[in-house]
C-alpha cells in the first residue's frame, strides 16, 4: 500500500470535475462547480489547468485556515478534526 496524501487526493478529485470552455477570443476559461469562487483563465488549455490547480490549491489552504467548510470531494470531508489514537497503540 503506498502513502496517501489526503490534500493531494482532495486536490485531483476536484479538477476531476473542473469544466472547461474555450472563449470566443481563442482563450480558455476553466471552473469547479462545486469550489465556489475556483477559476481561472488562460491562453491555452494548460495554462488554465495549471492556473486551475494553483487557484485551488490556495483556496483550500486558506479555507482551512480561515475555518471555512469546504465541499466533500469524492469521499473526502477536510471539515472534520484530526483524528486521534491513544499513544497506547502505538
Known amino acids: 500500500m503506498g502513502v496517501r496524501f489526503v490534500l493531494t487526493d482532495y486536490v485531483e478529485q ?3 470535475q473542473a ?3 474555450k472563449l470566443e477570443d ?6 469547479i462547480p462545486p ?11 494548460q495554462v488554465c ?13 486558506m479555507g482551512l485556515k480561515l475555518g471555512h467548510p469546504l ?9 472534520q478534526g484530526p483524528q486521534r489514537e491513544p499513544v497506547e497503540t502505538l
Open 14 to 16: 476536484a479538477l476531476s
Open 19 to 21: 469544466v472547461y470552455d
Open 26 to 31: 481563442g482563450t480558455f476559461a476553466a471552473r
Open 35 to 45: 469550489c465556489k469562487g475556483v477559476v481561472a483563465f488562460g491562453p491555452t488549455l
Open 49 to 61: 489547468q495549471d492556473g486551475l490547480r494553483s487557484t485551488l490549491e490556495d483556496w483550500v489552504l
Open 71 to 79: 465541499p466533500i470531494v469524492g469521499d473526502i470531508d477536510l471539515n
